[in-house]
């Protein structure tokens, strides 16, 4: 099978290294790896061409969207591995996804982001809250969702669905699952499949993550969805997190709703202020 990689990256330096070194060890090594530096300043770029990827570079960073979408326009192979710039692949990663293939209306297997034990208060949260480490894995199985971290793709199936929508700066994963679900295509998610995040992120990044993983794009705040959100981050995440023991980790899960309404918000008005 003709297999092809890519990597978004956008000022990650360091973490592309481990991600590279991760596809260059599959037991299934992709014939092609290119990188797509999303406005990098970091020197990304001279770092991803020294481990011999191949490089497209942005002048401006553009976003997750335009990334994915010139990946898969610069790519032909017929199927395309899409891992994060912080994340590592198992080894056998692509050789376990392409199984899934076997199915013809299969467009896409995606896995599950882990990490290593240890860390401060923010990297627990992220564990128990982001990467759900501490909920036993779903089987692998059919899901209306897409998530493309550690993934691979059916490239005429994206292609034919119109490719990842380059305005997106996030959910443009969520965003092409939907698409590809109402086109009849299958997506799969393997819990064995698995990705490790190679970086530490600031109290700011984990909860701009949490948000990105759960917004959709064009959807306002609301009062009952910030009062929702408040329910749950106290009866469900902050009650989580005191049953092992964690305080710390509570007073995160006790602020994620306030700063996902703040973000929402911003990003409604900057929406709104653009198009006028």
């Known amino acids: 099978m003709n297999i092809a990689a890519y990597i978004p990256c956008y000022n990650n330096r360091d973490a592309i290294v481990k991600a590279i070194t991760s596809l260059h060890r599959q037991t299934h090594p992709p014939e092609e790896l290119l990188v797509v530096d999303d406005g990098s300043t970091d020197g990304s770029e001279t770092v991803a061409k020294s481990l011999g990827a191949r490089v497209v570079r942005f002048g401006k960073n553009l976003g997750r969207g335009a990334a994915r979408a010139r990946a898969m326009k610069e790519l032909t192979a017929e199927f395309v591995v899409s891992c994060d710039a912080t994340v590592s692949l198992i080894p056998e990663f692509i050789e376990r996804a392409l199984n899934h293939f076997e199915n013809d209306k299969t467009a896409a297997v995606f896995g599950r982001i882990i990490q290593p034990q240890g860390g401060g208060a923010i990297t627990r949260w992220r564990g128990r809250h982001l990467f759900k480490l501490e909920t036993p894995p779903l089987p692998s199985k059919a899901l209306k969702t897409f998530i493309s971290s550690c993934a691979l793709v059916r ?75 408040i329910w749950f981050s106290v009866k469900v995440m902050a009650a989580a997190d005191l049953r092992v023991g964690d305080p710390a980790a509570a007073a995160i899960s006790l602020l994620c709703p306030h700063y996902r309404f703040l973000k929402t918000l911003k990003t409604s008005f900057g929406s709104r202020k653009g198009k006028q």
């Open 155 to 229: 490239r005429r199936a994206v292609m034919d669905c119109g490719n990842y929508d380059q305005r997106l700066r996030y959910a443009e994963d969520g965003d092409l699952g939907r698409r590809l679900i109402s086109a009849g295509w299958t997506i799969w998610y393997d819990s064995e499949l698995r990705g490790v995040c190679t970086v530490e992120n600031t109290l700011g990044q984990v909860l701009e993550r949490y948000w990105r993983w759960n917004a959709f794009p064009g959807s306002p705040p609301t009062l009952r969805g910030y009062l929702r959100d």
